[in-house]
């Protein structure tokens, strides 16, 4: 896959444009998977990688320093036992506030939450990417705020750009519910 650095783990999401792909790797759990890339710039690259193919992938957009996003962590349990069976992925994209130790950080959080499925930690242009693919889709008000949550269809298309925390259990069970029955 290129020279990239195969001896780390996790690899901080770096904006170049060499053409390197993401591929998952596992981390110190099986189910918590780092994703480690160069070059990709959109979410829309992210979900056309192997990983995602003929998934309907529930995306989570956190900070490691924002509350609210962490206290949702507190329903991810029902939410992958309900969809245990099914063709879901879970992709969780921590945004990196430039602290010092965010990466750090961020590596530890994925691992003490336990947050099964794919786990990126990526740029301000990357984050700012996403919100420009979506902007047309979401109230205003709620523009650059965290948590916030995106669901995609089996091709990698946005289905819900502003879609249902996990908290909110049964309306979100249904978004999910509504693009898994959706035909190609």
């Known amino acids: 896959m290129g020279n990239y650095r195969r001896g780390s783990i ?36 992210v979900l056309m990688q192997k990983e995602f193919a003929g998934k309907v992938v529930y995306i989570d957009i956190w900070g490691v320093h924002c509350i609210p996003c962490i206290e949702e962590f507190a329903y991810n349990e029902p939410l992958k036992s309900r969809f245990i069976d099914k063709e879901v ?15 750090d950080l961020w590596r530890k959080m994925i691992q003490a939450k336990n947050l099964i499925g794919y786990n990126m930690f990526i740029s301000a242009k990357f984050y700012m990417n996403i919100w420009n693919g979506i902007r047309d889709s979401v109230n205003k ?33 249904n978004q999910i519910e509504a693009v898994l029955q959706k035909q190609d």
Do not use: C
């Open 141 to 173: 008000k709620d523009m650059y705020l965290i948590p916030h949550y995106i669901i995609a269809d089996r091709n990698g298309k946005i289905a819900f750009a502003d879609a249902a925390r996990p908290s909110s259990q049964n309306i979100l069970y």
């Open 89 to 103: 992925a879970f992709l969780y994209l921590s945004l990196d506030y430039d602290h010092k130790d965010d990466y």
């Open 10 to 45: 996790i690899v901080t999401l770096m904006m170049f444009s060499i053409g390197f792909f993401p591929e998952a790797v596992s981390s110190q759990s099986a189910k918590v998977k780092t994703i480690k890339g160069y070059g990709i710039s959109s979410l829309d690259s």
